[in-house]
């Protein structure tokens, strides 16, 4: 059955460090999404894609983090510079475009520790 | 914020049938209840939704109260693997930013042998 990947799993940095996610939807999905959980809490959306362009982006911190899906399939989330409060796990999923199959497939995940 | 309202924990045991409530009593006409659930250090899986009508599929079913402002996901015959934080989800279909997954802080499932 078809994943969507991330990487890397863990990930450790200092703070004031530059970081990246990377994510590989399923094929054929032109819907990505880029979510982050705080531990205890459920996953909150960061940004939509709708292949190349951002559909919902206004709960991404715009002046520290920034996405990007360049031709529309594979995707990249980064932070600079990372704060403590980043720490948490950040989530990749992705969906078809289609009104009657909406089912959103998630990746692993990545874990940030920020030090 | 999110839409509904689901205990904090519950626990089953093994083999029983786990009966997780949900209350929406703000839902509108077209949303729809999806159920997701979240293995600890895994990602959140997709297990059913529904509009007004029952429905089940291979993992759960979910019954939808006929004034549709709450819910029940029922696993049939719960194991250990069944242990995870289950989220009741109110939201329209499709892929717009109108249809975006608010997750709230679901229901801490456990399965006790």
């Known amino acids: 059955e078809a994943e969507v990947a991330q990487s890397p799993r863990y990930k450790i940095t200092e703070k004031s460090q530059a970081v990246a996610f990377w994510c590989d939807p399923i094929s054929g999905h032109a819907t990505l999404y880029w979510y982050r959980q705080i531990l205890g809490q459920g996953p909150e959306l960061l940004v939509q894609?709708?292949?190349?362009?951002?559909?919902?982006d206004s709960q991404l911190p715009k002046d520290r983090f920034s996405a990007e899906r360049l031709k529309g399939v594979d995707s990249t989330l980064k932070i600079q510079p990372a704060e403590l409060g980043d720490s948490a796990m950040y989530l990749c999923a992705s969906s078809l475009v289609d009104r009657a199959s909406d089912t959103q497939y998630f990746g692993p995940g990545t874990r940030l520790t920020v030090l | 914020d999110a839409k509904t309202t689901q205990p904090t924990s519950m626990d089953c045991a093994e083999g029983r049938a786990a009966n997780l409530p949900c209350n929406h009593s703000?839902?509108?006409?077209?949303?729809?209840v999806y159920w997701y659930r979240q293995i600890h250090s895994q990602g959140p899986q997709y297990i059913i939704h529904?509009?007004?009508n029952n429905e089940t599929n291979e993992m759960a079913s979910l019954i939808i109260t006929e004034d549709r402002k709450s819910s029940t996901l029922i696993l049939p015959h719960a194991t250990l693997r069944d242990t995870a934080v289950y989220y009741c989800?109110?939201?329209?279909?499709?892929?717009?930013?109108?249809?975006?997954?608010?997750f709230g802080s679901g229901t801490r499932l456990s399965i006790r042998p």
């Open positions: 894609f709708q292949d190349e362009s951002v559909v919902d």
């Open positions: 703000t839902i509108s006409g077209n949303e729809y």
């Open positions: 529904g509009l007004k």
């Open positions: 989800i109110v939201r329209f279909p499709g892929y717009s930013s109108a249809s975006k997954i608010i």
